[in-house]
């Protein structure tokens, strides 16, 4: 029963190109939630999505970034013309449903932005 | 706005010194309060769901409480083994699905 899969773990990009994130829930689970970690800093929320919808998008910059979670395929968080300030630790995280469920974290991925 | 304030920040123990973790929450409607552990590098390790005030869970050494205030977690007799950040999250009101998260406590255990 595999996990949260995210890829790449590890991504290095030039400022002003374009980041994709990809997150592969858990099995059976319908509901995938970004958050960020910046360095020597917490997580925060980013954005909840189901399949083919944005639930809650109250925690995503208003320019360059984006998510999906399309009927097939792994959810995708994108980020146009990255800054140097982009560099953190992306999380997605999965649950089976609605209400008060405990979230299953993948590993992250580390972006860096030179 | 929901609110996690996690103390201390860092926490150096021996191995065997048991102590306490602290969790404090200010939001609207708790639904419900969760416990991780992340290691370096790593993505955020699910530990314990907690609903309602007076609730106690327990694994291995850890064991979590909650009040209307707060939550702690209980580490006896840690090993080297549990050094980890901790981290505290909650869900609250109408806002199904989103956490808002402590900025952790790092603790570390000498042996």
């Known amino acids: 029963n595999a996990g949260v899969m995210q890829n790449p773990r590890h991504l290095v990009r030039r400022r002003g190109q374009e980041a994709r994130l990809r997150c592969s829930p858990m099995k059976g689970h319908s509901h995938v939630y970004w958050y960020r970690q910046l360095p020597e800093e917490g997580l925060k929320f980013m954005v909840y999505?189901?399949?083919?919808?944005?639930?809650?998008e109250s925690g995503m910059p208003k320019e360059r970034f984006s998510a999906e979670f399309p009927k097939e395929g792994p959810s995708i968080l994108r980020i146009q013309q990255v800054v140097r300030g982009d560099s953190a630790a992306y999380f997605c995280?999965?649950?089976?449903?609605?209400?008060?469920?405990?979230?299953?974290f993948g590993q992250g991925t580390r972006l860096t932005v030179v | 706005e929901d609110q996690v304030t996690q103390s201390p920040e860092a926490l150096r123990l021996q191995e065997g010194e048991s102590s306490s973790l602290n969790c404090s929450y200010t939001v609207s409607g708790l639904r419900g309060l969760f416990w991780y552990r992340q290691d370096p590098g790593k993505g955020p390790e699910f530990l314990f769901t907690l609903y309602s005030a007076g609730e106690e869970k327990e694994k291995e050494r850890l064991k979590a409480t909650l009040t209307k205030k707060e939550s702690f977690l209980h580490i006896t007799a840690p090993k080297p083994e549990d050094s980890a950040t901790y981290l505290c999250a909650v869900q609250a009101g109408t806002n199904a699905g989103k956490s808002t998260f402590g900025d952790g406590t790092t603790l570390t255990v000498k042996p």
């Open positions: 995280a999965s649950s089976p449903g609605t209400g008060l469920t405990e979230a299953f």
């Open positions: 999505l189901q399949k083919e919808n944005i639930i809650d």
